[in-house]
């Protein structure tokens, strides 16, 4: 099972009615070498955009036009996935990725890489499920109002991989608490 913390920006709310920006993602490493990222940029789906959302990802709308064009992108990104993790039996009995999908809002950020994986591919490598690392911390601390993001080393700045290693930085610490985390 290989567990791959996720982090994307977007231009507004919601997946359809506007775009995703960009999308992060770095595997949870047993040896904590955080070395497996991926990075992608996406040329809008919409014509749609919200300024206030758009300026948190420091991107500009004129500068996302020129971004790859995200069917190639999710393709790239699919392709990573299976790459770095392992095999499992579906369902149905047919070969998938054994990956997991963990983020800090995985509310947010889940429903933009499954709306792009179904659009552009047809199916989610993760499937139906994810993770929400926040409510792992409170579990670990039986606590719902404690907060993960103090465990971070890496200053959290709206760029995915770099906020990815954050919260894998917070994984690490859970688990030096004694988290139990299979990995």
Known sequence: MTWIMIDIEADGAVPHLYSMVSLGAVVIDPERKMDQTFYGRFKPISDEWVPEALAVSGHTREGCMNFPDPEKEMVRFDNWVREVSG??????????????????????????????FHR???????????????SLYKGRVNSMFKNFKHLRKTKYTHHPVQDCIGNCEAVYAMMDQGFSFKL
């Open 120 to 134: 552009y591919l047809g199916e989610n490598p993760f499937g139906h499920s994810s993770t929400n690392l926040g």
């Open 87 to 116: 095999t499992r039996r579906g369902r149905g009995g047919e070969e998938c990725p054994d990956a997991r999908f963990i983020s800090d809002n995985n509310g947010f950020d889940w429903q933009w890489v499954n709306y792009y």
